[in-house]
Structure formats: structure tokens, C-alpha cells
């Protein structure tokens, strides 16, 4: 409902966690959880050869309709990320506001599963929203979700280069707050 009502709407810009990521952001891009393909779109402009994955059809259909009128090269695909296990590995990998609404060993596998797709020297960009959330209306709460802990995205990505390492806290309705934490690493190159 909510990809339907933005792509009527013509809203197609990036968010402030996808315009982040965008510049390291070239080469083979898995985008997990694409939405509406905002971020996709930008990097096949940029020259990325872009695989998009998400469980909506209604916002799949709308993205390769973009991608088609503009000759851009975005495979969009629907997919239940809760099970999928990426084919190969990417020179970048991302997941923003995907991991959080799967019950925690859900999570915590696919996040393995995505940290797992990046090639040596690639790029993984995951953001989730972490313990301290009191926000939780956008859940579904008899499926599970998962509140990352604060400081386990910089665990599971010891050993890569971190770019960018943020925890970002927002207002939310209700008086209660969204905490996120966002992390952009580089896989090393073995010696």
C-alpha cells in the first residue's frame, strides 16, 4: 500500500541512509529489501549493474518500469528475504531498514548471508534499528522483528574497513524514538 501510494505520488528520491550510501556504491549492487528502487536507480545512473530484491510486487513492477524507460541496467526481482541466499558475490551489498522486521535469528542469518555476498574489496552497507527503539507500531509483532544490539554491526564487521559508523536517534509518534545504526565497510582483500 504504502509503494503504491509513493509511486503514484512520483516519490522517488533517496532517503538520508541511501543518499549516504550511494557513493560507494559501483560495480555489481545487491540491494536487499529495495523498495521502491530509489537507491538502485541512482546507482545504475551512476553505471552500477544493479541486482533489486524485494517482497512488495507492487513496488517491483514499478521499479522495472523505471528501469526499462530509462534503459538502466536493474535486475528487480521479488523475493522472500527472509530465505534468500545470495547468488555469487557483489562488489556491494546493501540492506537499509530490511534486517530489523525478521524475528532475530532471522536476522542475524540473512545479515550473515549479506556480509558473506560482498567480494574482497567490496562494500557492505546495512542499517537497523537497534535496542533503545521504543518505537514498535511497524512491526508486526505475532511475525517477530529484531532490535539489533547497539554495538553488533561493528562486531560482526571486525576485520573490514569501517567508512562509516553511525548511531542516529530520531523522534518518533508517540513520544517514543527510533535508534538506528548504520555501517559501511569494506571487506579486506586476503594477503
Keep these: 500500500m504504502q509503494f503504491r501510494r509513493q509511486a503514484a505520488a512520483g516519490e522517488f528520491v533517496p532517503n538520508p541512509f541511501e543518499q549516504r550510501a550511494l557513493p560507494y556504491l559501483?560495480?555489481?549492487?545487491l540491494e536487499l529489501g529495495c523498495g521502491l528502487g530509489n537507491l538502485s536507480v541512482?546507482?545504475?545512473?551512476k553505471?552500477?549493474?544493479?541486482l533489486a530484491l524485494?517482497?512488495?510486487?507492487s513496488a517491483i513492477e514499478s521499479l522495472s518500469a523505471r528501469a526499462k524507460a530509462s534503459g538502466l541496467s536493474i535486475d528487480a526481482r521479488c523475493a522472500d528475504l527472509a530465505g534468500y541466499d545470495p547468488p555469487g558475490e557483489f562488489d556491494a551489498v546493501v540492506a537499509i531498514g530490511l534486517f530489523m522486521f525478521f524475528p532475530c535469528d532471522v536476522a542475524r542469518r540473512q545479515f550473515a548471508r549479506a556480509r558473506a555476498a560482498v567480494r574482497a574489496g567490496g562494500i557492505l552497507v546495512v542499517n537497523v534499528?537497534?535496542?533503545?527503539?521504543t518505537f514498535v507500531d511497524m512491526f508486526d509483532?505475532?511475525?517477530?522483528?529484531?532490535?539489533?544490539?547497539?554495538d553488533e554491526l561493528p562486531a560482526a564487521l571486525h576485520g573490514w574497513h569501517?567508512?562509516?559508523?553511525?548511531?542516529?536517534q530520531f523522534d518518533a509518534p508517540g513520544?517514543?524514538?527510533k535508534r538506528f545504526r548504520t555501517s559501511m565497510a569494506r571487506r579486506r582483500a586476503p594477503r
Design 129 to 133: 534499528l537497534i535496542e533503545g527503539t
Design 141 to 150: 509483532t505475532e511475525r517477530g522483528f529484531c532490535l539489533f544490539g547497539e
Design 175 to 177: 513520544g517514543t524514538i
Design 54 to 57: 524485494d517482497a512488495s510486487r
Design 26 to 29: 559501483q560495480g555489481s549492487v
Design 42 to 45: 541512482a546507482a545504475a545512473e
Design 47 to 50: 553505471g552500477a549493474m544493479v
Design 162 to 168: 569501517m567508512l562509516e559508523d553511525q548511531v542516529e
